[in-house]
């Protein structure tokens, strides 16, 4: 069996391969996917392919045998909020987790950034514990949930008891993290628990590349204050004088007060020897480009400390933890300081795609970028 869950719509291959006798396909959808895009495209000018592939991304327009598909209303638990994730598992052995929705613009129009586990069915068969909390809360007639999850999706692996697996021929200690925590069973780390705990476990530095940060419940009304990363940010930075750099995301879709947020951690810079820095990273688009809904804008979602890698599906801010579907991967390398003939580790991989992204001519001062996402705004007012 192989099971694959998107949370935003799919690949015209996945249906291929789901219409053959030798692949079943499992999805995993929020509830409110996403015909809403669909009248959009003909207009587009982008060629046969991408509207073909567009299609394939409408649940109902599927054949039928090509996947069993479920979706989940999180307003149903959470009065709020939505599935997020964003994983494939393949054939119990592959993974990718990462920010990439499923859908034509995610890979070609949307800068993102995940990562591909080949060959791990001990990994594969942990992350298929969370799947499957998913399967099980999108079944009908609608179910509660649980009390207390059954056992068989507990898992030992999480911050205190990560498995040790070799990734990239490196020794690597590793565990997948959850969100909201009411679907965690036991054993699972919540996704904010590992967040703190990554940020808290770094001696010196600590760079986040996020698309949306805001110390803010901001699905609930009314709107809650919500600083638990943001002081945790700000202690490292004033007690440890661990560098904190944070990129986040600039495009018209940007709330501008997410720039205040951001200057404000970054006002603390020189405070007690701290050293915090933001900036926005903008992705320039064409006149055709900037009519694609919800493209042409960094949605990467990952952290990297000088010990650990962080690899998300959710933005920075509350509700994110507290009431939507995330789930992360935090890599860790023991006693690995070593050997410039091996592979890279994640971490070295990581830090070196946020360093190439922070000195690009694309990630800009808070202040600068944000006249750039006004100007957006306004064109692409002027293009609808
Ligand atoms: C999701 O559940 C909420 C609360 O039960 C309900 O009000 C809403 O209509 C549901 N949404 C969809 C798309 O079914
Ligand atoms: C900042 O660091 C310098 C050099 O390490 C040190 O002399 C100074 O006392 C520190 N200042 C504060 C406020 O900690
Ligand atoms: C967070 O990320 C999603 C996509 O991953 C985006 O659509 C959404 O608008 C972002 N921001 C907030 C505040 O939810
Ligand atoms: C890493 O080093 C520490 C301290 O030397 C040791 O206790 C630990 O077992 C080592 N971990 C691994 C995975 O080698
Ligand atoms: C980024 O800039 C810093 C400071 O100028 C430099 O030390 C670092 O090597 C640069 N990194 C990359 C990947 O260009």
Same mark, same amino acid.
């Given at each position: 069996m192989s099971g694959i869950f998107v949370s935003f719509g799919v690949w015209a291959t996945v249906w291929i391969a789901g219409l053959t006798d030798r692949v079943n396909v499992k999805i995993v959808l929020k509830k409110?996917?996403?015909? *809403?895009?669909?009248?959009?495209? /003909?207009?587009?000018?982008?060629?046969k392919f991408y509207v073909t592939e567009l299609d394939a991304t409408?649940?109902?327009?599927?054949?039928?045998?090509?996947a069993e598909v479920r979706t989940l209303n999180f307003s149903q638990w959470f009065g709020s909020g939505i599935l997020h994730t964003k994983v494939w598992i393949v054939d119990k052995k592959h993974i990718y987790l990462g920010?990439?929705?499923?859908?034509?613009?995610?890979?070609?129009q949307v800068k993102e950034l995940g990562v591909v586990i080949s060959n791990c069915p001990c990994l594969a068969a942990d992350i298929q514990k969370i799947f499957d909390v998913y399967w099980y809360l999108g079944q009908q007639p609608p179910v509660p949930l649980p009390r207390s999850w059954p056992a068989?999706?507990?898992?030992?692996? @999480?911050?205190d008891t990560p498995v040790q697996v070799t990734l990239n021929g490196r020794k690597s200690e590793v565990y997948f993290s959850s969100s909201?925590?009411?679907?965690?069973?036991?054993g699972r780390t919540p996704d904010l628990d590992a967040l703190l705990d990554v940020i808290n476990k770094a001696d010196r530095y600590v760079y986040i590349a996020v698309m949306d940060y805001m110390p !803010?419940?901001?699905?609930?009304k009314p709107v809650k204050f919500w600083p638990v990363i943001d002081d945790a940010l700000r202690r490292v930075a004033l007690e440890k004088n661990v560098e904190v750099r944070l990129l986040a995301s600039c495009w018209r879709? *940007?709330? /501008?007060d997410m720039a205040k947020y951001l200057l404000s951690l970054s006002q603390?810079?020189?405070?007690?020897n701290a050293s915090i820095s933001t900036k926005m990273f903008y992705v320039p688009s064409t006149p055709d480009q900037r009519?694609? /809904?919800?493209?042409? !804008? @960094?949605h990467n979602k990952y952290m990297v400390t000088d010990n650990r890698a962080f690899i998300g599906t959710?933005?920075?801010?509350g509700s994110y933890f507290t009431s939507t579907g995330g789930v992360s991967i935090v890599v860790h390398n023991p006693n690995? *300081?070593?050997?410039?003939?091996l592979t890279p580790t994640l971490q070295q991989q990581l830090a070196a795609v946020f360093e190439r992204d922070w000195n690009?001519?694309?990630?800009?001062p808070v202040k600068e970028a944000l006249d750039k996402c006004k100007m957006t705004a306004i064109e692409s007012s002027l293009v609808q």
């Amino acid at each position: 069996m192989s099971g694959i869950f998107v949370s935003f719509g799919v690949w015209a291959t996945v249906w291929i391969a789901g219409l053959t006798d030798r692949v079943n396909v499992k999805i995993v959808l929020k509830k409110e996917t996403d015909e *809403t895009f669909s009248g959009q495209f /003909p207009q587009l000018r982008l060629g046969k392919f991408y509207v073909t592939e567009l299609d394939a991304t409408i649940k109902y327009r599927w054949p039928s045998g090509a996947a069993e598909v479920r979706t989940l209303n999180f307003s149903q638990w959470f009065g709020s909020g939505i599935l997020h994730t964003k994983v494939w598992i393949v054939d119990k052995k592959h993974i990718y987790l990462g920010s990439a929705n499923m859908d034509w613009r995610s890979l070609t129009q949307v800068k993102e950034l995940g990562v591909v586990i080949s060959n791990c069915p001990c990994l594969a068969a942990d992350i298929q514990k969370i799947f499957d909390v998913y399967w099980y809360l999108g079944q009908q007639p609608p179910v509660p949930l649980p009390r207390s999850w059954p056992a068989k999706w507990s898992t030992k692996y @999480n911050k205190d008891t990560p498995v040790q697996v070799t990734l990239n021929g490196r020794k690597s200690e590793v565990y997948f993290s959850s969100s909201p925590s009411p679907i965690c069973p036991d054993g699972r780390t919540p996704d904010l628990d590992a967040l703190l705990d990554v940020i808290n476990k770094a001696d010196r530095y600590v760079y986040i590349a996020v698309m949306d940060y805001m110390p !803010l419940i901001e699905f609930s009304k009314p709107v809650k204050f919500w600083p638990v990363i943001d002081d945790a940010l700000r202690r490292v930075a004033l007690e440890k004088n661990v560098e904190v750099r944070l990129l986040a995301s600039c495009w018209r879709g *940007t709330r /501008p007060d997410m720039a205040k947020y951001l200057l404000s951690l970054s006002q603390l810079n020189h405070a007690n020897n701290a050293s915090i820095s933001t900036k926005m990273f903008y992705v320039p688009s064409t006149p055709d480009q900037r009519k694609i /809904p919800y493209a042409r !804008l @960094n949605h990467n979602k990952y952290m990297v400390t000088d010990n650990r890698a962080f690899i998300g599906t959710s933005n920075w801010s509350g509700s994110y933890f507290t009431s939507t579907g995330g789930v992360s991967i935090v890599v860790h390398n023991p006693n690995d *300081t070593t050997s410039a003939y091996l592979t890279p580790t994640l971490q070295q991989q990581l830090a070196a795609v946020f360093e190439r992204d922070w000195n690009s001519s694309y990630a800009l001062p808070v202040k600068e970028a944000l006249d750039k996402c006004k100007m957006t705004a306004i064109e692409s007012s002027l293009v609808q």
